[in-house]
């Protein structure tokens, strides 16, 4: 079945340090993929998506490049911030069955 | 203005107890679910509604029971509570579709049972 792996974490920065969060999935066919970020006490919400190899999804100066070579989906941040501390999930979408397969989540510590 | 709001917040309750926790949306969704978020943050669907029909259904113990009385609600009722059963529950909605259009999540029930 369709899976997603990320990195483990906790992943401890600097403020203004470069992040990266690896993000790998298996399934077939052409999933779109997201990335979700839960900051404490709250729900998921939705950080960038891309839905067709090749398409990068960027917001709040975070990217992901969708790479079907790799089957990977790593997100980026060139200069994180206190606030940017939460937990990244990863997901991949596709059409049947019509639900998210998350991966296990990276908690992100960023101090000051 | 909450889009998807969740009550409880916090439920603590024994073993053997029923408890429910109710989900409304005011974005005008579709489609709405369940998603069990356990200690180590594995975040789990659990049922997927679709105009008050049920899509998905994944290995969820017969105690827990969606209840959808319009496609703007999505309650849980849990029977014969277990310790296994302490989480964070999440209710989500989504157009019909969320090829294009992301879940949006409550904040989430945290589900204590001593």
């Known amino acids: 079945g369709d899976s997603v792996t990320q990195m483990e974490g906790p992943v401890t920065l600097s403020e203004e340090a470069f992040l990266t969060i690896n993000c790998t999935y298996t399934a077939t066919g052409y999933p779109s993929l997201f990335w979700y970020v839960q900051y404490p006490g709250e729900g998921l919400q939705l950080l960038l998506k891309?839905?067709?190899?090749?398409d990068k999804g960027s917001n709040k100066g975070f990217e992901a490049t969708y790479r079907k070579e790799t089957t990977s989906f790593h997100l980026e941040k060139g200069s994180v911030q206190v606030s940017d501390s939460a937990v990244y999930f990863c997901a991949l979408y596709k059409a049947a069955g019509n639900k998210l397969t998350f991966g296990g989540g990276t908690r992100v510590l960023v101090k000051p | 203005d909450t889009a998807v709001s969740q009550t409880p917040k916090y439920l603590v309750t024994q073993m053997g107890n029923d408890k429910s926790i109710k989900c409304e949306q005011n974005l005008g969704h579709d489609t709405m679910y369940w998603y069990k978020q356990d200690s180590k943050k594995f975040l789990k669907i659990m049922f997927s509604y679709n105009n008050k029909e049920l899509i998905i259904n994944e290995t969820v113990p017969n105690r827990f029971s969606p209840k959808s009385p319009d496609k703007a609600h999505l309650n849980l009722h849990i029977n014969s509570l277990e310790l296994g059963d302490s989480a964070v529950y999440f209710c989500?909605?989504?157009?019909?579709?969320?090829?294009?259009?992301?879940?949006?999540f409550g904040n989430g029930t945290r589900l204590t049972v001593t």
């Open positions: 989500a909605s989504s157009q019909d579709s969320h090829r294009n259009s992301p879940l949006h």
């Open positions: 891309a839905t067709k190899a090749d």
